[in-house]
């Protein structure tokens, strides 16, 4: 009899030990299938954000790189702009000036005056002083105008005064393309009267200069 039961208990013993094992080898391989899924998780959705993160990086390079670019073209564009700006400033200036000397070193010649009020009068062959405007011509007698300014010029070159130490005093009609210039030097001691003559393409060109003995445009 106890034999049996000895027996029977080690049946018992043997199952409940089989059954625990299953069961713990049932709870590894869920773990395992829970980590596999896990691993297997991250790296698609990691690996996709790595990816991303790359693909980004590469575009902001890219981005950083093209508009390096432009703002080197932009740079490149300006500086030859302004290369070329001072460029005609300087030939401008230069033409300017090779005119300036031409009519400085005119010779002039004693005419009889005008009238009373003439105390020397002269001529001498002056250049046209050039110009910026283009087309057909009519005489402007408005003191903000393109044409008042290249008289008022014209009469600095005939007279030898520069503009800034000179006065205009008045500049009227002189007849079709022509005017006559009033000036005076800084001081408001010598009066001048300057006639000049429009040439087309050329711009104004003084013919004769009166030394006045008073100012007879007050």
Known sequence: MMVNDYEKYSRVNKYEKRRKNTKSIS?????????????IGIWLFGGGEDEAEKNSG???SADIKITDEEQTNKDESESEQANTEQS????????TSE???????VEKEQVEPSDDNVQEAYVADWE?????????????FETDSLDWKEMEKA?????EINEDEMNTIWIENGGDQKAIATISDATNSQ?????ISWVDGQGWQPTKV????ENDKT
Not at 27 to 39: E, F, H, K, N, Q
Not at 88 to 95: K, P, S
Not at 155 to 159: M, R
Request: aromatic share 6%; glycine share 6%; hydrophobic share 35%.
């Open 27 to 39: 709870i590894l391989m869920s773990t395992g299938a829970i980590l596999v899924v896990v691993l």
């Open 58 to 60: 590469e575009n902001t």
């Open 88 to 95: 005609e400033e300087n030939n401008e200036t230069d033409e």
């Open 99 to 105: 005119q300036n000397a031409a009519n400085q070193d």
């Open 128 to 140: 046209p002083i050039g110009t910026e405007q283009e087309g057909p011509h009519t005489t402007v």
């Open 155 to 159: 009469a600095s070159i005939a007279t």
């Open 191 to 195: 009066f001048y009267r300057v006639y």
């Open 210 to 213: 009166e030394v006045l003995k």
